[in-house]
């Protein structure tokens, strides 16, 4: 008891350290900007726009893409966001209170994990705007989704790993068995056999979005079960994958991020989400009123996906990727994902 | 299917056992100094985090992964040395502490690097530790290839458990360390500085968890990302208790873990028919048992927990 008063300090004190740290949210001003020529933002009625993140900026995965989005919209558009990092599930519907409270105009949400609090907590702010990223379904009046047509992407890495199998076995690496995740994993599994129905693809999850040492392992098992190229959709998981190609000499698909020079010679090129255009197209059709309450999902057709070619791939790998794209741009390619299949 | 149960198999499942149960092995040795002279150290999931953290930090900045472990142990002391101060100097439950270390690691880790390398979609590289063949013994038909072609660091943590056990039943110190984890009062009348040796024992926990985490960011990777550990750091507290604070039961636990995780990998890749969710469970499900004390009882240091205050 000599130490109580040293107790309380301590504890104070390291309260206060871990909040600092950015282990509590904290909203951050970005760096105002010199509006862009042509935008139409006024001053004295800037919209007030917050992004919310459900992780740390600086994670090399799903909050940095969306802090870039972030960037993308304040020199594209001129138009300055805030955000607020790492809010942790249990304050999902305090925190959207808090902007709804404060009249902010559009709330962007990073992940369809906000959905069920935005459809909870949208109606009773009618005059702020939730937007739920990769949200598949919206809520009239107020709370909308915006995502990729994420099996579009694992078709096409589909295609393109097909064209590089030896062994004709494949290993597709997802986080959870969430449906989207599912569906990039069969999509690419429908694009191999498209190319090659003898093809085989072993599909594991991993249960994780940042244990890289269990993609690794994971990968490690395929390719000594034969696989020679491995795909794998699951933000950091992914490094862990790539690392295990890169020790076995076999081949690997980048995704999500361009992932090409993470291992050069390993990655055969990188199928990339552009999720900061997501912010951009949001904030446009804010800016333009032409928000809706729906959920709204792009393609390859938007711009949102795109391929990062490493050196050794083909002219004619090229070319049938190029055909398969536009065939998805033109609607010719069905999702061949069937829930709870 | 049919072909997953040969030699070559086994020689997998092992090899990928082994470098799954490194981390854990780390940081359990550590954890059993600190509970054997009575302190619970629940922190060692976040001085692993900074330990991860700070290796790829020292690699990047020295150029040496092995200054980069280096400084990984550094950074788990100093870690430690907080919680030595709030759990023996001043006091406060030992679990409570334990928890804000792990809160903490999360949030510097994640500012530290922010300061450092700014936000990036791509990770940073460092140098990192490669497999060094013994020569003559890795040549062995399959024990060579999975025992002795690892990272230098794996050779150190199996090295430490004969070491550690010589330390605990061996010397003056570990009948110190034991005396001070059983009976505190007892050898403060012999003259043995408890709260000295308790100190030095979170220290040591801290250098070995430290040490465990540089295991994953430049033994097995050669960069950093956030939460790396993945709970790896609680089986470590478990592994203690399964391994009932001795080396070599801790050395047992950890390649249980190690076994059971490579296992359930292996046995979701070959997709026999049991769920994945199942398999998934596997590695925790033996947490859970060796915590509810059905491997046998398992009795603890008896001042584990308790602060000491002459």
């Known amino acids: 008891m000599v130490n109580k008063k040293w107790l309380v300090w301590l504890m104070v004190a390291v309260l206060v350290m871990a909040s600092l740290a950015g282990c509590a949210p904290k909203a951050e001003p970005a760096a105002p900007a010199e509006p862009a020529p042509g935008a139409e933002t006024p001053a004295e009625e800037a ?16 909050n940095a893409t969306a802090y870039e989005g972030l960037k993308l919209v304040e020199k594209d558009l001129g138009v300055t966001m805030e955000y607020v990092e790492s809010v942790q599930q249990a304050d999902f ?28 907590i ?15 379904e919206g809520v009239e009046p107020n709370v909308g989704g915006i995502g990729i047509r994420e099996w579009e992407g694992g078709y096409v890495a589909g295609t393109l790993a097909a064209m590089n199998t ?5 290993g597709a690496i997802g986080s959870f068995p969430f449906p989207v995740i599912e569906g990039t994993l069969d999509a690419f599994e429908a694009a191999a056999m498209a190319v090659d129905p003898a093809i085989k693809v072993t599909k594991t999850y991993v249960n994780s979005w940042d244990d890289i040492q269990k993609g690794k392992e994971t990968a490690l098992a395929m390719i000594e079960a034969g696989s020679d190229l491995v795909f794998c959709s699951a933000n950091q998981v992914g490094l862990g994958s790539i690392d295990a190609a890169k020790t076995k000499g076999v081949k690997a698909i980048g995704y999500i991020s361009p992932q090409n020079e993470v291992a050069p010679g390993t990655v055969i090129s990188s199928i990339t989400y552009n999720t900061p255009g997501l912010f951009k197209v949001a904030v446009q059709d804010f800016l333009d009123g032409k928000l809706t309450a729906t959920g709204k999902s792009l393609g390859w057709a938007d711009g949102v996906l795109d391929v990062q070619w490493a050196d050794g791939v083909t002219d004619e790998m090229k070319a049938t990727i190029e055909k398969t794209i536009q065939d998805l741009k033109d609607a010719k390619i069905e999702n061949p994902y069937v829930p709870g299949d | ?5 040969n030699a070559a198999f086994f020689v997998a499942l092992l090899s990928a056992a082994l470098r799954l149960s490194v981390p854990i092995l780390f940081a359990a040795l550590g954890g059993m100094f600190s509970e054997r002279s009575g302190v619970v150290n629940i922190g060692l999931e976040g001085i692993m985090l900074t330990g991860a953290f700070a290796g790829v930090v020292g690699s990047y900045f020295t150029g040496s992964q092995w200054l980069g472990a280096l400084v990984a142990m550094l950074s788990g002391i100093a870690l430690a040395a907080l919680f030595a101060l709030i759990t023996v100097k001043v006091q406060i439950n030992q679990i409570v502490s334990g928890i804000a270390i792990n809160l903490l690691a999360v949030g510097l880790t994640s500012f530290f690097f922010r300061a450092l390398f700014g936000i990036t979609t791509t990770p940073i590289t460092v140098n990192a530790f490669s497999p060094v063949s ?24 199996f090295l430490l458990v004969p070491v550690s056990w010589f330390i605990l039943y061996k010397t003056s110190w570990g009948l110190s360390i034991r005396t001070v984890g059983e009976h505190p009062t007892a050898a403060d009348t012999v003259g043995i500085p408890v709260n000295r040796v308790r100190t030095l024992c979170v220290l040591a926990s801290g250098a070995l968890a430290g040490l465990g985490g540089a295991f994953l960011s430049l033994g097995q990777f050669n960069m950093f990302v956030d939460n790396m550990i993945s709970g790896r750091g609680f089986i470590a507290v478990a592994a ?33 028919g049991i769920p994945y969710q199942f398999l998934l469970m596997f590695p925790y499900l033996l947490t859970v048992v060796a915590l509810t004390g059905i491997v046998g009882k398992t009795v603890a240091p008896k001042a584990l927990g308790k602060a000491y205050a002459k």
Not at chain 1, 47 to 62: A, C, E, F, R, S
Not at chain 1, 101 to 119: C, M, N, P, R
Not at chain 2, 134 to 148: A, I, K, M, N, R
């Open chain 1, 93 to 120: 519907e305090s925190t959207f209170r808090d902007y709804g409270e404060k009249g902010y105009d559009l709330v962007f949400a990073h992940g369809t994990q906000f959905f069920d609090a935005a459809k909870a």
């Open chain 2, 134 to 157: 013994l020569p003559g013994l890795s040549t062995l038909p399959f024990v060579g290839e999975v025992l002795f072609s690892q990272t230098a660091l794996v050779y150190i943590a």
């Open chain 1, 166 to 170: 030896t062994s004709k076995q494949m």
């Open chain 1, 47 to 62: 919209p007030k726009i917050v992004l919310i993140l459900p992780g740390p900026i600086n994670d090399q995965g799903w």
């Open chain 2, 1 to 5: 299917m049919n072909d997953i149960m």
């Open chain 1, 122 to 136: 949208g109606p009773q702010y009618p005059d702020t705007f939730f937007m739920v990223i990769n949200s598949e």
């Open chain 2, 240 to 272: 203690v208790i399964f391994g009932r604070w001795n080396p070599k039961g801790i050395l047992i636990a950890s390649l249980i873990f190690g076994v059971a995780d490579a296992l359930q990998i292996r046995l979701q890749t070959a997709g026999i």
